[in-house]
């Protein structure tokens, strides 16, 4: 397949993708936990191979520079789109695999190699196209069918798995509102692929047989346009890790941030609880070592544990039309009662320490009270002064 995309555009989207992949292979290889980062690396860069081979430039320079013919390299362009579905099934299945089996090979090793014997075996099927010098697209022949079934079946196995988990996890439900949309997203590119996958497989028929012309060549038009756009998505999604990377480095990344935000509360906090709670400030040191989300959960954990403690010298809380000043104040004024020899009394439950949460919607409530932190203390001094 040769691209009809301008090469302006074509050649721009696939030096930004080489940028991309650039700023992966120099940020995120060899980091721990990385196994599926590297997947996603190495699709990138079959899809650019993929992308290049598709455009009349380069199919020309292949021809006249290294002596293979243009249908040659309008099939092995194609190839590339299945080893770039390799790695992205390889995703999808080490969500589970990795559970099961204790060797990573048991479970890529099949996968890519069914990808390496499937590129020999479409250039074999191409070879009756690429005499005839046709587009195998519109060649007629059950080669036609026997190469596009190899690839429409790659294509399926990464978009029948989509669109099952996407449906899967939305009909269970219980999601929060940024994550719903992220699997709708999944759910419309996975049935926009197998919709891809069928209709490919579809119009090989009808080429192979000589009907369908119509169908066929709208299928040819489409194929020949929408791949370098698809390059693009690609690439945006695949840039967002290393930009979030770059973002810890200097540590602008919202874990981080959090940190520094929490980190007064937090220290007034231990500094009043901790003979009530063994190890406490040793462990937060020890989670800091493991990575910023670490820290992070171990601190909002500490700050929790502290409020189950303040909750023996709290007071109810006073109707406010901001809760989260309303609880700031609250446990100010129970730090305070506690760090100036109060005595215990009933326990109540502070608004802070509501544990029906999960980590994200904890740090931003714990945010919004050491926001108002320095001024909650200041007054609940002022008033046991």
């Not at 299945?82 to 099949?110: C, E, G, H, N, Q």
């Not at 669109?163 to 439900?173: A, N």
Request: hydrophobic fraction near 50%; charge should be neutral.
């Amino acid at each position: 397949m040769t691209s009809s995309v301008p090469g302006l555009i074509s050649w721009t989207i696939i030096l930004m993708s080489v940028a991309t992949f650039i700023a992966r292979m120099i940020l995120l290889f060899g980091r721990s936990g990385s196994h599926t980062e590297r997947l996603v690396t190495y699709a990138l860069g079959f899809a650019i191979l993929a992308a290049v081979f598709r455009e009349e430039e380069a199919q020309n320079f292949m021809a006249v520079h290294v002596g293979l013919s243009v249908g040659f390299t309008r099939q092995l362009g194609t190839t590339m789109i299945v080893m770039a579905y390799v790695p992205l099934v390889l995703v999808l299945v080490s969500s589970w695999a990795r559970s099961r089996f204790s060797d990573r090979w048991i479970t890529d090793k099949p996968v890519w190699l069914a990808g390496y014997i499937s590129v020999p075996l479409m250039l074999v099927f191409g070879t009756h196209a690429r005499v005839l010098d046709q587009y195998i697209d519109r060649t007629e022949g059950w080669q036609t069918v026997a190469y596009f079934s190899i690839f429409s079946a790659w294509c399926a196995a990464v978009s029948v798995p989509l669109v099952y988990v996407s449906v899967r996890d939305l009909v269970r439900g219980q999601l929060r509102g940024k994550h719903i949309a992220t699997y709708l997203v999944l759910l419309v590119a996975g049935a926009w692929a197998t919709e891809e996958a069928i209709s490919i497989f579809a119009s090989s028929v009808f080429a192979a047989t000589g009907t369908g012309t119509s169908f066929v060549e709208f299928r040819f038009a489409a194929n020949e346009n929408n791949f370098v756009y698809i390059l693009l998505l690609g690439a945006i999604v695949a840039i967002i890790r290393p930009i979030y990377l770059l973002l810890e480095l200097a540590d602008l990344d919202p874990a981080t941030r959090s940190i520094r935000k929490l980190q007064p509360l937090r220290e007034d906090l231990v500094a009043t609880c901790k003979d009530d709670i063994p190890g406490l400030d040793k462990k937060y040191h020890a989670a800091a070592g493991s990575g910023r989300i670490e820290a992070l959960q171990r601190m909002t954990v500490e700050i929790r544990d502290c409020l189950l403690v303040l909750g023996r010298f709290a007071t109810p809380i006073d109707d406010h039309t901001d809760p989260a000043t309303a609880s700031a104040f609250q446990v100010a004024a129970a730090l305070e009662r506690k760090r100036s020899g109060g005595a215990p009394g009933d326990y109540i439950r502070l608004h802070a320490a509501d544990r029906d949460r999960d980590l994200i919607e904890e740090v931003r409530a714990l945010n919004k009270i050491a926001c108002r932190w320095e001024t909650a203390k200041q007054s609940a001094i002022s008033t046991h002064a």
